[in-house]
């Protein structure tokens, strides 16, 4: 925190500052209230843009039906396509820099629905879902006209590799939604609440070191606390980039 005084940076646990050597006892409850009462306005304005954006969702529906359409499905999709037209067509190149374009592509969409419009995990599994359709569904048509070849996969392969290609643009756009979510909510209210660990956070720490000091056991409970509150959206990030990687790259990389 920061001391009233001097404004420089002190521990949580001081009660007189380093800096200016004023004691901070009667002050520190005031500024660890004030801290929670900033956290907690936090959250509900976090709650009121969402609200906002549902409330705007069913005041407008075809207004946000197009919005989302173009920026959220339709410019991915576009850029998909291109990417599909210049790999296959224009430069006949590897099909692994398609594929790399499938992964990375979608995420700068993803991180823009929560962002832009706070979208949630569903809505953003709901547009990747659809984005990988329509932009595979294009994809296959030019390659047909274009080779004078069946427009449906033609084998048990061919239908794999469709599938394994939608997943990875679909789970793309999750990972952007979840990086988003962690970037401008998680990340935030860690910083906020970094002061005051809490119950479980406590128990925690004893049971990883139950004989260490009271400041010691307070500054690993801080720390748990943090790791607990942003390990959810990491893994859940790391998951599905993981995944979408592997699914864009396993057949060209297998062949």
Known sequence: MECPFCAETVKHEAIVCKHCSRDLRIVRPVLLEIQELVFEFDKLQQELDRTGAKLERIKHPFRCFVTYSVLYIFAPVFL???????VTIVFNIQPIYLRLASVIIPVPFGFLAYTISRLGLRGAFLLGVLAAAVSVALMLVITGVNDGVPILPASQVEWREVAEYMASICLAFITGNILSVLVFQVLPNTLL??????????RLARLLGPHVGEEQLRRRARLMQDLLRTVGPLAGAAATAIGSIYAGLKGVVGH
């Open 80 to 86: 998909l396509v291109i990417s599909h037209v210049l």
């Open 193 to 202: 609440r970094g002061g005051r660990p809490n119950p479980a956070a406590f």
